[in-house]
């Protein structure tokens, strides 16, 4: 029997945008190494995929990132096929006709340069800082308490009931529950309905997968639809507030804020809390249920854990940096720029491939090591810093910290019963469907 050998891998046989091979097989990262090593500013063509520079080096990413004067946001905010880029536009256009506003407006602040960025960003900005996070530390804590508990409870009783056949999802019935517990709280939706904010966040980000489809769906009837009902439950809160007065909260903070003398359009007013509600639960679920998966896959890194409280803080930073979540955003060159001896043409696309940088040799020592003692963390999970920094980062550390604080005393009694099921968003975030543990025999 003749087997052909797998292509080598070159510069010109590369391939970082396959969905699919995310989906069934990870990240690329054999394939970043090599972009790092011999074109860390690399001019990326392939079918179905308008051309790009593919940044791969930490230096780069937070250089482009720190000079938004050069590389603009309002024009492509991430990487997508063509195909996919128009139907997001038919959908923009749709609910633009169906809710009011323009399909060219910015979809939210983050498709917006300085000084526009700044202040829409500035709106809510209070509700995220270390401080009031510092504030939120035991009602956080609280919190993790007693959904670990329940956790380990369905655990030990999936056990007993299948023995060796049992197996208890991480993402629903752990990762998912603080991150929305809290977002939601922030925002002011009422308890009820936060696994509905959870469940829109998991089918808007898992568009493609039929699994998150009706009978008779397809990818756009299914994203109308969730867009819809979030939209009506949204309308439904922001009526409430006219009603029975504004709060402390973030939607009361987006109906009152100003922005050069106006109040924000109904249209800004959505997305802006649809952007607060889904970033503030996707990407932090994901980084813990990739954290347990980590923790459990290098068991003398856990027992540390176990047996040393203090370094839940750096175990954190660890699995932000590890699990890197974010996988790319986009900019366009407002003119022309030189980077590494490239000329970066104003108008073209670069495309910043943020854990191709957390693996960065020339950053991070051993960077394929999982260490939660490592001392020099300076990782993209966040974003590269500059103006686009995520604005939910100390909410994400608190809440990780809280959980993974919790985790320690039961995490020996875990151990991994699958493969994690992915699901890739636009090659966006490196989304985890779900990932199964069972109590490991004593």
Same mark, same amino acid.
């Given at each position: 029997?003749?087997?052909?050998?797998?292509?080598?891998?070159?510069?010109?046989?590369?391939?970082?945008?396959?969905?699919?091979?995310?989906?069934?097989?990870?990240?690329?990262?054999?394939?970043?190494?090599?972009?790092?090593?011999?074109?860390?500013?690399?001019?990326?063509?392939?079918?179905?995929?308008?051309?790009?520079?593919?940044?791969?080096?930490?230096?780069?990413?937070?250089?482009?990132?720190?000079h938004p004067e050069l590389f603009s946001n309002s024009q492509m905010l991430r990487l997508n096929t063509a195909q996919k880029l128009?139907?997001?536009?038919?959908?923009?256009? /749709?609910?633009?006709?169906?809710?009011?506003?323009?399909?060219?407006?910015?979809?939210?602040?983050?498709?917006?340069?300085?000084?526009?960025?700044?202040?829409?960003?500035?709106?809510?900005?209070?509700?995220?800082?270390?401080?009031?996070?510092?504030?939120?530390?035991?009602?956080?804590?609280?919190?993790?308490?007693?959904?670990?508990?329940?956790?380990?409870?369905?655990?030990?009783?999936?056990?007993?009931?299948?023995?060796?056949?049992?197996?208890?999802?991480?993402?629903?019935?752990?990762?998912?529950?603080?991150?929305?517990?809290?977002?939601?709280?922030?925002?002011?939706?009422?308890?009820?309905?936060?696994?509905?904010? /959870?469940?829109?966040?998991?089918?808007?980000?898992?568009?493609?997968?039929?699994?998150?489809?009706?009978?008779?769906?397809?990818?756009?009837?299914?994203?109308?639809?969730?867009?819809?009902?979030?939209?009506?439950?949204?309308?439904?809160?922001?009526?409430?507030?006219?009603?029975?007065?504004?709060?402390?909260?973030?939607?009361?903070?987006? %109906?009152?804020?100003?922005?050069?003398?106006?109040?924000?359009?109904?249209?800004?007013?959505?997305?802006?809390?649809?952007?607060?509600?889904? &970033?503030?639960?996707?990407?932090?679920?994901?980084?813990?249920?990739?954290?347990?998966?980590?923790?459990?896959?290098?068991?003398?890194?856990?027992?540390?854990?176990?047996?040393?409280?203090?370094?839940?803080?750096? &175990?954190?930073?660890?699995?932000?940096?590890?699990?890197?979540?974010?996988?790319?955003?986009?900019?366009?060159?407002?003119?022309?720029?030189?980077?590494?001896?490239?000329?970066?043409?104003?108008?073209?696309?670069?495309?910043?491939?943020?854990?191709?940088?957390?693996?960065?040799?020339?950053?991070?020592?051993?960077?394929?090591?999982?260490?939660?003692?490592?001392?020099?963390?300076?990782?993209?999970? /966040?974003?590269?810093?500059?103006?686009?920094?995520?604005?939910?980062?100390?909410?994400?550390?608190?809440?990780?910290?809280?959980?993974?604080?919790?985790?320690?005393?039961? %995490?020996?009694?875990?151990?991994?019963? &699958?493969?994690?099921?992915?699901?890739?968003?636009?090659?966006?975030?490196?989304?985890?469907?779900?990932?199964?543990?069972?109590?490991?025999?004593?």
């Amino acid at each position: 029997m003749v087997t052909s050998e797998a292509p080598r891998l070159t510069l010109d046989t590369l391939d970082i945008t396959d969905s699919d091979r995310y989906r069934d097989h990870g990240y690329p990262w054999a394939e970043w190494d090599l972009l790092r090593r011999e074109a860390p500013i690399y001019w990326y063509q392939r079918p179905g995929f308008e051309p790009f520079w593919a940044i791969t080096r930490h230096a780069d990413i937070r250089y482009i990132s720190a000079h938004p004067e050069l590389f603009s946001n309002s024009q492509m905010l991430r990487l997508n096929t063509a195909q996919k880029l128009t139907q997001q536009q038919t959908e923009r256009e /749709f609910q633009t006709n169906r809710h009011g506003g323009d399909p060219s407006d910015p979809q939210d602040f983050i498709w917006m340069d300085p000084p526009e960025h700044r202040q829409h960003r500035g709106i809510v900005a209070r509700h995220f800082t270390p401080r009031v996070m510092k504030t939120l530390e035991d009602h956080f804590g609280e919190l993790a308490e007693n959904y670990v508990s329940d956790f380990a409870d369905k655990v030990v009783a999936s056990f007993a009931d299948k023995g060796a056949d049992s197996a208890v999802d991480v993402v629903h019935e752990l990762s998912a529950k603080l991150p929305v517990a809290a977002i939601c709280d922030m925002g002011g939706v009422p308890e009820e309905d936060w696994e509905k904010i /959870f469940e829109w966040t998991e089918a808007f980000a898992g568009q493609d997968d039929p699994e998150y489809w009706e009978p008779g769906e397809n990818s756009f009837q299914a994203t109308q639809r969730v867009v819809g009902q979030w939209f009506r439950h949204t309308q439904g809160l922001i009526e409430e507030r006219h009603r029975n007065g504004f709060g402390e909260d973030l939607l009361s903070d987006l %109906l009152q804020a100003e922005i050069d003398g106006r109040n924000l359009t109904p249209d800004e007013v959505h997305n802006y809390f649809f952007l607060l509600l889904g &970033a503030g639960n996707e990407t932090t679920r994901n980084a813990i249920t990739g954290g347990v998966k980590a923790l459990l896959d290098h068991p003398e890194q856990m027992q540390m854990l176990v047996e040393d409280e203090s370094l839940v803080p750096s &175990a954190v930073e660890e699995i932000l940096r590890w699990t890197s979540i974010v996988i790319q955003f986009q900019r366009t060159a407002v003119q022309d720029v030189e980077l590494r001896g490239q000329t970066i043409r104003k108008g073209e696309s670069v495309v910043l491939w943020y854990p191709s940088a957390n693996r960065d040799e020339e950053i991070f020592e051993d960077p394929y090591k999982f260490d939660i003692t490592r001392k020099e963390n300076d990782h993209f999970a /966040f974003g590269g810093y500059g103006e686009h920094f995520c604005l939910g980062a100390s909410l994400a550390r608190w809440e990780m910290r809280s959980i993974f604080h919790a985790l320690r005393p039961i %995490l020996p009694q875990l151990e991994i019963a &699958a493969d994690p099921e992915y699901v890739i968003s636009f090659l966006h975030v490196g989304g985890i469907k779900r990932q199964m543990v069972r109590h490991r025999p004593a």
